[in-house]
């Protein structure tokens, strides 16, 4: 069963927006933590943001603080990273992902659950 469904990516200018969606199975919602990854050739995985689906604590690496916005939509159990003021840098393979542990960006392997990914690409 897919658990998890990102979709929104695409190919912008810098300085440009993009909202990506994760679409999550209920059971898979109700975990503690949502998450978006992203992977860019030759470089390590990087947690970008998350949110605790029963709080709504967000968390945001340093790199995009200030231009994303990590929100959630409870009655579609769906995730989203409002990505604004988009760089070239930003560019990567963007994965959505789930922990019933607590939201920790630096620990990809705490997240069991993941999607297949969207391409974002910024151009500029």
């Known amino acids: 069963q897919v658990q998890l469904v990102e979709s929104g990516g695409g190919s912008v200018q810098a300085g440009g927006s993009l909202r990506l969606s994760c679409a999550a199975a209920?059971?898979?919602?109700?975990?503690?933590?949502m998450g978006w990854f992203r992977e860019a050739p030759g470089k390590q995985r990087q947690g970008v943001a998350g949110?605790?689906?029963?709080?709504?604590?967000?968390y945001y690496d340093d790199s995009i603080k200030g231009r994303f916005t990590i929100s959630r939509d409870d009655a579609k159990n769906t995730v989203y990273l409002q990505m604004d003021r988009l760089r070239p840098e930003d560019t990567a393979m963007y994965h959505c992902?789930?922990?019933?542990?607590?939201?920790?960006?630096?620990?990809?392997?705490?997240?069991?659950?993941w999607g297949q990914g969207t391409q974002v690409t910024v151009s500029g």
């Open positions: 209920a059971d898979t919602y109700r975990t503690s933590c």
């Open positions: 949110i605790h689906t029963n709080y709504g604590i967000t």
């Open positions: 992902a789930s922990s019933p542990r607590p939201c920790v960006l630096e620990a990809p392997e705490r997240y069991p659950n």
